[in-house]
C-alpha cells in the first residue's frame, strides 16, 4: 500500500491536540502524566513484589519482616490501582471535553462553508474522515491521550528495566531484541495489508448499515409493502453478507498464521532467556530470587520495546487522522466570511445579474450563459421555463450560493462578493425545492430558535401559510415534535404540510429578499390558490423571485421571465407573454387546457 503522507507534521498535529486540550480541557495534560507516573509505579512493584518476598524466604527472615513486606507491596498496590483507576476516569472525561470540541467545530465548519464546498465530492471524502476521526473514544482525537500515556510508559519503563539488566550478557539482549523487533514488525506487515484492505471493509459496512436503514425506514416503509421490497432487501443484505465474510475468513487465515509465527519467536526466546539464567544460577550461584527479577525483567523489557514501536506507529496513524481534521477545519473558502464590505443600509433592494455565466464544476456545457438581469426593489419576479432550463441555478446565484463563472451578482450595483457572504444571507428568506426538518417543535422549526422566540409571531406565520387548522388539531399544538427520528410521537406531516411549514419559517425571517422555489409544488390546486391569494400580503415590501413550473401562477408578479438554455427567451407580463405567443404563451396553453370543463383525461 503506497504510504499516506500528511499536510501535517506530526508536531503540528499535537500542538493542535494540546491547543485544544489547553483551551477546553487543561486538566488532561496533568492528568496524562500522572497516570503515566501511575502505571510506571505498579509495574515496579509487580516486578520486584515476588523477588523480594522469595529473598526473605532465602535469607530466613523473621515472620514479622515477611509479613510487612507482603503488606507493603499490596498496600502499594492497592493505592496506586486505585489511584490509578481514579486519575484514568478523569482522564477519559477530559479527553470526551476535548473530542467533542473538536466535532463542535467540524459541525459548524460543515454548517457554514461555502455552499460549493458541500457538493465537492473531495471536501466531502475530508468531511468523512474527519468525521471518523472524531467518531467515538477510540478515534483519533480521544484515543491520542491514552497513545501518549502508554507511550511514556513504555519509555520509562524501558529505561529502567535497562539499567536493571545491564550486568547480563549483550548477547542475550541482543537475542531478546532482535526477536521482539522481528515479531513486531510481522504484525506491522500484517496491520499494513489490513489498512490496504480497509476502504473495502468500510465499504461493506457502508452498505449493510444502509440496507439496514432503509429497511428500517419510515419514509420507505410504504414502498416496502406495496412493491414487495422485503424479499429484495433481504437478497441484497445476503449477498453483502456473504462478501464480507468472506473477507472476514481471509483475515482470520492470515491471523492465524501470524500467532504461529510470534508463538514460534516467544518460545525461542523465552527458552534462550531460561537456559542463560539457569546457566548463571547453577554456575555462578544467582539466587532464586534474582534469578526471578532477572527473567522477569527480561519479559517486562520485550513487552516495553513492543509497546514503544507499536504506540510510536499508533501515534503516526493518529496524526494522519488529526491531520484530516485539521485540513478539513482549515479547508480554504472561495467565499469572504470575515471583513468584508458592510451591507448597505437601503429603503429597497435591487439585484442585478450582468452578462452572468454559470458551469457547473465537471459539466460539459454551461447551465446559465451570458444573462443580464434586473430584478428592482419591490418587484415581484416569476421565472419560468422547462426543466433544465436554469431556474433553480439562477436563484442559487441571486442567493449567493455559488459565484459565476463569469460576469457579476450585484446588490444595489455592489459585487456581492464584496460582502460578508453570512451578512448577504442575512437578507434572504427563502423556500427551496430540497428541505429538510430538524426534529425539533413545530414552534422552534418555523422560529428556527431553541427558545426566547415569538410565540404570537410563529402563530401568525403558520396561519399565513395555512397551517393553523392542522397544528391545532395535534396534542400539542406547536409544541409538537416533527419527525420521528428522535421522537417516537412526534408528527408527521404530508409533503404539502411540510411545504407550508417551510413557508411559515421563511415568512418568521422576514428577510427584505424573498425567495420562492416551486413553494407549491405538493400542494392540491385549492390550497394553491390559498397561498397565491396571499401572495401580495406575502411579499409587502420586498423584492421577491418567484419559481414555478405552473404558469397559472405567475399572473400574480409583476414581471415573468422565461428561460430557455440558459439564457432569457422571452420577458414581461402575463398577459404580454400571451399576446406574443412564443414559448410561454405555447407553454400555458398546454397546461390550461387540462384545467378546462369538459376536458377528457
Not at 501515534?315 to 485539521?326: A, E, P
Not at 409533503?495 to 411559515?504: E, F, Y
Not at 405538493?522 to 406575502?538: G, Q
Request: charged content about 25%.
Amino acid at each position: 500500500m503506497k504510504k499516506e503522507k500528511s499536510a501535517y507534521s506530526l508536531s503540528q498535529n499535537l500542538r493542535f491536540m494540546l491547543r485544544y486540550a489547553c483551551r477546553y480541557a487543561r486538566r488532561v495534560l496533568v492528568l496524562a502524566a500522572l497516570l503515566s507516573a501511575l502505571q510506571i509505579a505498579a509495574n515496579l512493584v509487580q516486578l520486584f513484589i515476588a523477588p523480594e518476598i522469595l529473598r526473605r524466604v532465602e535469607t530466613a527472615a523473621p515472620l514479622r519482616e515477611l509479613l510487612g513486606t507482603i503488606g507493603t507491596f499490596t498496600a502499594a498496590l492497592w493505592a496506586i490501582s486505585w489511584l490509578t483507576r481514579y486519575v484514568d476516569a478523569n482522564t477519559l472525561c477530559g479527553g470526551i471535553e476535548v473530542r467533542s470540541a473538536i466535532v463542535m467545530d467540524i459541525n459548524e465548519k460543515a454548517c457554514t462553508t461555502s455552499y460549493p464546498n458541500t457538493l465537492d465530492p473531495a471536501v466531502m471524502k475530508l468531511k468523512e474522515k474527519a468525521d471518523d476521526a472524531t467518531g467515538s473514544n477510540q478515534e483519533a482525537t480521544e484515543a491520542i491521550w491514552r497513545t501518549l500515556t502508554s507511550l511514556t510508559t513504555n519509555v520509562g519503563c524501558f529505561v529502567i528495566y535497562l539499567i536493571l539488566l545491564k550486568d547480563l550478557d549483550p548477547f542475550l539482549m541482543l537475542v531478546v531484541l532482535a526477536t521482539t523487533v522481528l515479531g513486531f514488525f510481522l504484525h506491522r506487515q500484517v496491520q499494513r495489508w489490513r489498512d490496504s484492505r480497509w476502504e473495502q471493509k468500510a465499504k461493506y459496512h457502508k452498505r449493510m448499515n444502509y440496507i439496514l436503514n432503509k429497511a428500517h425506514s419510515i419514509e420507505l416503509a410504504k414502498d416496502i409493502r406495496i412493491f414487495g421490497l422485503a424479499d429484495w432487501i433481504r437478497q441484497i443484505q445476503d449477498s453483502t453478507l456473504t462478501l464480507y465474510s468472506a473477507f472476514i475468513e481471509r483475515e482470520h487465515l492470515v491471523d492465524l498464521a501470524v500467532s504461529a509465527a510470534d508463538v514460534a519467536l516467544s518460545l525461542a526466546r523465552n527458552g534462550i532467556a531460561y537456559f542463560y539464567l539457569l546457566r548463571m544460577a547453577l554456575g555462578e550461584g544467582l539466587p532464586a530470587s534474582q534469578f526471578l527479577l532477572y527473567f522477569g525483567a527480561v519479559s517486562g523489557f520485550t513487552a516495553w520495546v513492543t509497546g514503544i514501536l507499536d504506540k510510536c506507529f499508533e501515534l503516526h496513524r493518529f496524526s494522519l487522522d488529526i491531520g484530516r481534521v485539521q485540513q478539513y477545519l482549515n479547508l480554504s473558502e472561495p467565499f469572504r466570511f470575515e471583513g468584508g464590505r458592510p451591507i448597505p443600509n437601503a429603503q429597497g433592494w435591487e439585484l442585478r445579474l450582468e452578462r452572468v455565466t454559470f458551469r457547473y464544476p465537471g459539466a460539459e456545457k454551461d447551465t446559465i450563459r451570458g444573462l443580464d438581469l434586473t430584478i428592482h426593489p419591490g418587484e415581484k419576479l416569476a421565472i419560468v421555463g422547462l426543466n433544465g432550463a436554469g431556474k433553480t441555478t439562477l436563484v442559487k446565484l441571486l442567493c449567493g450560493f455559488y459565484d459565476p463563472t463569469e460576469g457579476r451578482v450585484l446588490l444595489n450595483g455592489i459585487d456581492i462578493r464584496e460582502f460578508n457572504r453570512q451578512e448577504y444571507y442575512a437578507l434572504f428568506s427563502a423556500v427551496f425545492q430540497e428541505y429538510s426538518l430538524l426534529a425539533v417543535t413545530v414552534a422552534q422549526s418555523v422560529a428556527q430558535q431553541v427558545d426566547g422566540f415569538d410565540r404570537e409571531r410563529v402563530a401568525d406565520c403558520l396561519d399565513k401559510a395555512g397551517l393553523t387548522k392542522a397544528v391545532g388539531e395535534l396534542s400539542m399544538g406547536v409544541d409538537a415534535h416533527v419527525g420521528r427520528q428522535v421522537y417516537l410521537d412526534g408528527v408527521l406531516f404530508s409533503g404539502g404540510q411540510t411545504q407550508r411549514l417551510m413557508l411559515a419559517r421563511a415568512l418568521y425571517k422576514d428577510g427584505p429578499l424573498l425567495i420562492l422555489d416551486e413553494p407549491t409544488a405538493a400542494l392540491d390546486p385549492l390550497a394553491e390558490n390559498d397561498i397565491y391569494m396571499k401572495y401580495n400580503e406575502m411579499t409587502r415590501g420586498k423584492t421577491s423571485v418567484f419559481i414555478s413550473h405552473r404558469l397559472a401562477s405567475t399572473r400574480f408578479c409583476d414581471r415573468i421571465v422565461f428561460l430557455r438554455d440558459g439564457m432569457i427567451a422571452e420577458e414581461g407580463t402575463h398577459e404580454t407573454l400571451l399576446r406574443q405567443g412564443g414559448g410561454y404563451a405555447e407553454l400555458f396553453e398546454v397546461q390550461s387546457r387540462y384545467y378546462r370543463e369538459g376536458r377528457d383525461f
